[in-house]
DNA sequence: CGGCATTACTTCACATGTTAGACAATTTCT
DNA sequence: AGAAATTGTCTAACATGTGAAGTAATGCCG
C-alpha cells in the first residue's frame, strides 16, 4: 500500500462508493468460510433462497429472492446442478419455468453452513450495535426507493 | 417479474444484501449515462481519480483511490491507454512503478462527463435529503471500520 | 558484491456483472 | 385457428471480481 495523497478525497463523500467499501467490508468476512466449502457468495445465497422455501421455486423466483441477473443465475443454476446440489424439473402448467429445488446434498450443505453464516452475522451485529445495524439497513431501504 | 412469496423474507433484513440493493439502485442512475461515453463505472473511477491529481499517480496509488483490485486495474489501465485516455511513463528512481496521468482526450473526456455526474448525484442528494445522506455516509463509514 | 526476501505489478483461471440478442412456450388478437 | 406480441429463460460478448502464481526491479544483509 502507498500512503493516501489528499488530494483525492472527493470519492469519500461519494455514495456509491462508500456503499462499495462497506459492503466489501461485510463480505470480507464470510468468504473465507465460504471458500472452505467451495462456495462464492452468490451461490450461497441462492442455496439459501431455496432452503428457505418449503416449494420448488422458478428461475425467475430465485433471481428476485437472491438479486441476482438471469445471466449469473443460469450459470450458477448450471454449476449447482452439475455439483449435484439442486435438481431442475419441467414446469406443470408452463413448460418454460422449470421447477428447482434442493437436492438431499444440497440441504445437508446448507445445514452445514447455515449455523457459520449465523455465527459471523451475529459477530457483526454485536460489535457494532443492533440499534445503529437497524437504523443503518433502514436508511439503505429508503434510499433504494428513494 | 413474478411475485414475491413471502417465505424468503429472509433476504431483506440482512445487511450485505441491503447494501447491495442500495448500491444497485444508485448504478442504475449513473451507468447510462456513462454508457453513452463508453465508459463502465469502473473507468469513471479511474478517470476521476487521475483528474483529481495534479501530479502522476502509479497503479498502487490508482488502486487505493478507486479500490480496485490489481487485475482489474491493469485490465481497466491497459484499455483506457489503448484509447488514448491515459499516458504511462517509467517511474524515475524505481522502474518498477510507472507515472500514470490523462492525455489531453483523456482530460476533455472527464470534463464532459464531469458536469452530468454531478446533476445525478445533486439529483439522488435533494431526492434523499442532505441530512439523511451524511447520515448514512456516517454510518456506513462506522461499519467498515468496526 | 552476491544471494534473498520484498515490493509493485501483471498474468492466469475461474466466477460474476451487464447489455443485447436468440428462442421456445404462452397468451392475445383478429 | 393463425399471426403477432409477450414472457421466461438462455447464450453471447465483453468487462470486472477474486485468489493464486509469475515476473522484474529494489532493498537488505552477510
Avoid: C
Amino acid at each position: 500500500m502507498t500512503d493516501s495523497n489528499s488530494s483525492l478525497r472527493g470519492f469519500d463523500r461519494s455514495l456509491p462508493m462508500a456503499l462499495l467499501r462497506a459492503r466489501e467490508s461485510m463480505m470480507r468476512q464470510f468468504r473465507p468460510m465460504l471458500a472452505q466449502h467451495d462456495m462464492t457468495e452468490q451461490q450461497w445465497r441462492v442455496l439459501r433462497a431455496l432452503a428457505a422455501s418449503e416449494l420448488p421455486l422458478d428461475v425467475g423466483e430465485i433471481a428476485d429472492a437472491t438479486f441476482l441477473l438471469g445471466p449469473s443465475l443460469s450459470r450458477i443454476l448450471a454449476n449447482l446442478e452439475g455439483r449435484n446440489l439442486l435438481l431442475r424439473r419441467a414446469g406443470e402448467t408452463d413448460q418454460r419455468r422449470s421447477a428447482i429445488s434442493l437436492t438431499a446434498d444440497g440441504r445437508a450443505l446448507f445445514e452445514r453452513i447455515a449455523p457459520e453464516s449465523e455465527e459471523i452475522y451475529g459477530l457483526i451485529e454485536r460489535s457494532f450495535g443492533e440499534d445503529r445495524l437497524s437504523e443503518l439497513i433502514s436508511l439503505l431501504a429508503e434510499l433504494e426507493k428513494s
